[in-house]
């Protein structure tokens, strides 16, 4: 089992057994490519780890399909750098499948987001949770820890854009 995964137009596999705060460095995972990622991903799985399950596309069940964050992508729209130095705008579409979640973590700067699809539950550990459905804007301040649960029937689509510390890992997962 993982710990967690994410994907921007690929996934980046974080090994169990990574110990205190994740970071993940999106110049590395950008230069990830999703076939290599997918290999990678393919080849930690033993064999037993996938079952025969009919009701799914490819008839396969895997033990990767068993963690909260599994399925959860993040793909990179753009990337640009900011009139102020030192930081940069970027833009992303997130997916959560039903019963799944972003995982703890925070961005080293803002993110302003839209929910284009789904349901979610965003739980923050500074201040009450908030629900969002289809059509609703958030704002989350820098630094600060949350977690987007899908509650809803569907894939949840969130458009997020961050103004973010150039200099730092766009996502710090805890």
Known sequence: MHTHVFAYGGSVVVPPGSKGIEMIDRRSVLRTSGVAAAGVLAAALPASAAV???????????????????????????????????????????????????????????????????????????????????????????????????????TTMMLSTYMVDETKPLVTTY
């Open 52 to 154: 025969a399950d009919p009701s799914r596309p490819g008839g396969t069940v895997s033990a990767a399909d068993s963690g909260p964050t599994d399925g959860v992508t993040r793909t990179l729209l753009q990337e640009h750098p900011s009139p102020a130095e030192g930081w940069e705008a970027v833009q992303t579409l997130v997916e959560i499948p039903v019963h799944k979640e972003s995982g703890r973590h925070s961005h080293p700067g803002v993110e302003v987001g839209y929910i284009v699809r789904g349901e979610v539950l965003m739980a923050f550990d500074d201040r009450p949770p908030l629900r969002l459905r289809t059509g609703d804007p958030f704002f989350i301040p820098s630094g600060v820890i949350h977690n987007a649960r899908n509650i809803g029937r569907v």
